[in-house]
């Protein structure tokens, strides 16, 4: 079983839409959850980053999370073209190699 | 420097040459990872390095792929005897103290005929 797993897309919506991004994991040690964006070309950079079960919102970004389910949710809210990227969950823990990247999920947003 | 550097960005070479990718890090990070990207993959993970801790080195494919950190800085990913499907963009992050966000560099695009 993957440490992360994460429904690879690609996802396509129109300007205006909600959007929902989903992983599951199976480390029950992780202890921090980051959403990475990643732009064509482009090395993935941090969007999101909470420590614990429950939303986070940023502007038209909320992760979400569910510790007892182990899953983790992004969603964003009025997309806009330029959100069309590939999104990356990363849950992490402490110790030693700390972050698992699931396999992305490549989202395009329609004008 | 302000971000974490990558070089060579691009590197077209021929079957069963060797490659170095050169990454440097943001000043004063301390841990240092190396991954690799495929078409359509997630990343996956290569390397890690922690100080002066030995490197964990668990996700290196094979014994063609090794990586060493001089001085805590600068490190260098060689690829020997390239193959075909060690096409990948490499991906080289660092972190402070290894918690919390990576910074990513652009990538090194490999590309082996």
């Known amino acids: 079983q993957k440490e992360v797993e994460q429904d690879p897309g690609p996802l396509s919506v129109p300007e205006g839409a909600i959007v929902s991004l989903n992983c599951t994991y199976s480390n029950s040690a992780f202890q921090y959850f980051m959403w990475y964006r990643q732009y064509s070309r482009k090395g993935p950079e941090l969007l999101m980053y909470t420590y614990s079960s429950g939303n986070k919102e940023d502007g038209r970004f909320t992760a979400q999370v569910d510790k007892s389910s182990k899953y983790i949710s992004l969603f964003i809210r009025d997309s806009q073209p330029s959100d069309s990227a590939t999104y990356l969950c990363?849950?992490?823990?402490?110790?030693?190699?700390?972050?698992?990247f699931g396999t992305g999920t490549s989202l395009t947003v329609i004008p | 420097g302000a971000g974490v550097s990558q070089s060579p960005s691009n590197k077209v070479t021929e079957k069963g040459k060797d490659v170095e990718l050169r990454c440097d890090p943001i000043s004063g990070h301390t841990a240092l990872y190396w991954y690799r990207q495929s078409l359509g993959q997630g990343l996956e993970f290569l390397i890690y390095?922690?100080?002066?801790?030995?490197p964990d080195k668990s996700g290196l494919p094979s014994d063609r792929f090794s990586a060493e950190r001089t001085g805590g800085s600068v490190s260098t990913l060689t690829i020997q005897r390239t193959q075909q499907e060690d096409s990948a963009v490499y991906l080289c992050?660092?972190?402070?103290w290894g918690v919390g966000e990576l910074f990513f560099g652009e990538g090194s695009r490999l590309t082996v005929l």
């Open positions: 990363a849950p992490g823990s402490n110790t030693g190699n700390q972050f698992y």
């Open positions: 390095f922690q100080g002066n801790s030995a």
């Open positions: 992050a660092s972190t402070l």
